[in-house]
């Protein structure tokens, strides 16, 4: 056997005197279905050209070559005695090439997430809002009070669902503030604490002085919270009873170069923090490992688990520019690694946010919206509260009534997602013979017109679908009495 320098540091190998000996079946040919096919052809044709194989190197790791081989035979040209070729590492394109594989499904699962949660949240609009409005309006001696309330408490339970679908095909819309990794961490302990046994441990080794992150508070809690429950989940599993139960929340910062960047899409060369949950649990093989982010894929029992959790929690991590990393074995144990990339923005200090109530009024609304459920239950809940209300199913309507019956409204309560006319496009219209008139935005799923991976147009008045009667009475109050 001979091979050329180049060939002994690709398979490990410092020297010929190492491999001249070696059995190249046993020792080189990591599939026994690669090497067989790959003799067949080479006895059926005499060469192979850009044959895939898997080889082992001296560590015992695998890489993937393209080989191109030609026999070469005994004096009678009857029987292969060698094999001459050259071989050529794809290991890293093979990877790139599964990992770009698993982007795109993941984004065609997203976009089909993303749609569901469009109409299911029409559906909750109108279902929790009737259910809301019932209970508004019975006392609570009633005997169907208690029935309506579980109707509400069901739909507010389904409103969640979506709200992950939304997270896991990024298009949840957020509100990023500069924070402090490290506070969020801790201002969770207590909750953390509820979420879990008194037989598990929790350890923190938060960094010093880490640096500042732009996010969304409410995402990273919600990160943290699916994190932990995997965790616990992972820890109870265990058959172990002599096991001691152990999560482990660490944060620091790092550099990320070019080649991390290269194998990891999506994400830029530059400075992250990086946080980690880990447990000492039942860990997890590679098949599972492959599948975990994917929307309703759970390892748990049925009725027990909705899966998507994790898939939340990988939605937000790449609609803010972050990756996710998964090291986990069967037995060992699992590590879930973020990174998030650093900001140098300075905080700004957050005003108290007013609660909800509802106001009554008196102006002039029109509202827009193609789903017809929809817009007449928004049309009886602001009629309730004393406004007066017109109402259209599309945009195109909706210019008739201001331009051919000369209507004027006070404000416009319109959704972005509409067929023929969106609700941008329809605003314009409105806005260019009456730029005073006021403007709220509504939909159940975000687009790029007034949201732009997930982040709001400053200044844009918003409430996303499915939405209460008290949030619908409190953001028309707050628009309409803006200056």
Not at 160 to 177: C, D, G, H, M, V
Request: include cysteine; charged fraction near 30%; hydrophobic fraction near 40%.
């Amino acid at each position: 056997m001979d091979i050329n320098p180049a060939g002994l540091k690709l398979l490990g190998y410092s020297s010929l005197e190492e491999i001249k000996n070696l059995d190249i079946a046993k020792n080189f040919y990591i599939n026994p279905e690669d090497r067989k096919d790959y003799l067949r052809q080479i006895k059926k044709n005499g060469f192979v050209k850009d044959y895939e194989i898997r080889l082992k190197k001296k560590d015992g790791s695998e890489i993937i070559v393209l080989e191109t081989s030609t026999a070469i035979y005994d004096k009678d040209k009857k029987n292969v005695i060698a094999i001459r070729g050259i071989i050529r590492d794809i290991t890293k394109q093979r990877k790139m090439e599964k990992q770009l594989a698993q982007i795109k499904k993941m984004e065609y699962i997203g976009t089909l997430a993303g749609g569901v949660a469009h109409d299911f949240n029409n559906l909750l609009t109108v279902i929790n809002g009737y259910a809301e409005m019932a209970l508004m309006y019975m006392d609570a001696d009633n005997p169907l009070y208690d029935d309506i309330l579980s109707i509400l408490k069901v739909g507010k339970r389904a409103e969640k669902l979506t709200s992950q679908l939304l997270a896991f095909s990024r298009k949840q819309i957020y509100k990023p503030e500069i924070v402090n990794i490290n506070e969020i961490i801790i201002s969770l302990n207590k909750m953390m604490r509820r979420l879990i046994a008194e037989d598990i441990q929790i350890e923190t080794l938060l960094e010093e002085n880490i640096p500042n992150i732009k996010a969304d508070k409410s995402q990273l809690e919600q990160i943290f919270l699916n994190l932990i429950v995997n965790a616990r989940d992972a820890l109870n599993a265990s058959n172990n009873h002599d096991l001691q139960k152990k999560i482990i929340i660490e944060t620091g910062h790092i550099f990320l170069d070019e080649e991390y960047a290269a194998e990891h899409p999506g994400l830029v060369v530059g400075n992250y923090i990086f946080f980690a949950v880990s447990d000492n649990g039942i860990g997890m093989n590679e098949e599972i490992k492959s599948k975990i982010f994917e929307p309703f894929f759970t390892t748990k029992e049925k009725y027990e688990g909705t899966g998507l959790g994790l898939s939340m929690v990988f939605g937000i991590v790449k609609q803010n520019k972050g990756s996710i990393n998964v090291y986990s074995q069967p037995g060992q144990g699992t590590i879930f690694k973020i990174f998030w990339p650093i900001t140098g923005e300075d905080r700004i200090l957050r005003k108290k946010t007013v609660k909800e109530k509802i106001s009554p009024g008196k102006e002039s609304i029109l509202i827009v919206e193609d789903d017809k459920e929809v817009c007449l239950f928004a049309k009886k809940a602001l009629t309730g509260m004393g406004y007066n209300v017109h109402y259209a199913f599309n945009g195109r309507s909706a210019l008739e009534l201001i331009k051919e019956k000369g209507l004027r409204f006070d404000l416009i309560i319109t959704d972005l997602i509409m067929p023929e006319l969106n609700g941008k496009e329809f605003i314009k219209k409105v806005q260019f013979s009456h730029p005073e008139v006021k403007v709220m935005y509504v939909s159940g799923y975000t687009d790029n017109h007034i949201v732009h991976n997930g982040l709001l147009e400053e200044g844009v008045n918003f409430i996303h679908k499915p939405y209460s009667i008290k949030t619908l009475a409190s953001m028309v109050r707050k628009v309409l009495d803006e200056g």
